[in-house]
């Protein structure tokens, strides 16, 4: 869920303005991402647009090429909170994030609350096994996201297209992080919705995004 969330929602909806969804599922999915990430919608959209502007060049927030592999790979997600600390950024890349009552007055407000409150509820509910399963939703996301695609995506695998940039599809089939793994097929056309381009790639988060459709829950822009 939280990775269906973080690459519709975040990435395809709110960065690239791709996809209109319907209110409730927005809302549940933002709900969902201030629950188990702690990330400010605002600030990943302004962060992700930065890279694109600046792609493996000195102002790329998580470039490999500029911060090295190992760093990237095992922290990036310090370097997207050294991003976000820079406020003037923020606000001048993540124009158009949500901005109502309950963004301000909470998702932004107290970003940690979320992540506090699935602790409680797991630690509650499944006693010392809750802890264990909390630690590893805190993990997925700077694991698989700011570790795995920024870095690998920008220094190993096979390319579809010239970019400039280093972009890289890690595997031809984006599973276990929703499509993303196809890095390159998205820098050579970021407005695009589909990351697969190729017969023999698979993009898991677009097939999501096939049923919401069908179901009118979202609309491709």
């Known amino acids: 869920m939280t990775i269906v969330a973080v690459t519709l929602y975040l990435h395809r909806g709110q960065a690239h303005r791709g996809i209109e969804f319907h209110p409730l599922l927005s809302h549940s999915m933002r709900f969902w991402l201030w629950l188990t990430t702690g990330m400010v919608t605002r600030e990943w959209v302004a962060v992700h647009r930065r890279h694109h502007r600046f792609t493996d060049q000195y102002n790329d927030p998580h470039s490999p090429r500029i911060y090295g592999i190992w760093r990237v790979l095992f922290g990036g997600a310090w370097l997207y909170a050294d991003a976000c600390r820079d406020q003037a950024m923020v606000q001048q890349y993540g124009v158009g994030s949500p901005d109502d009552w309950i963004e301000r007055n909470l998702y932004s407000k107290f970003p940690l609350a979320g992540v506090i409150s699935l602790l409680i509820v797991n630690t509650l509910l499944f006693h010392g096994w809750g802890i264990v399963i909390w630690l590893i939703q805190m993990a997925w996301i700077p ?12 220094y190993i695998g096979y390319r579809n297209g010239k970019t400039n940039d280093h ?14 793994e196809l890095h390159n097929n998205h820098h050579i056309d970021p407005s695009s919705v589909k990351l697969s381009r190729m017969k023999w790639e698979f993009d898991l ?3 999501w995004l096939r049923l919401f459709c069908l179901i009118r829950l979202a609309r491709i822009r």
Do not use: D, F, T
């Open 167 to 180: 972009s890289r599809n890690i595997v031809p089939w984006g599973i276990v992080v929703g499509g993303e």
């Open 205 to 207: 988060g677009y097939a």
């Open 143 to 154: 694991l698989w996201a700011a570790g795995v695609i920024n870095g690998l995506g920008h």
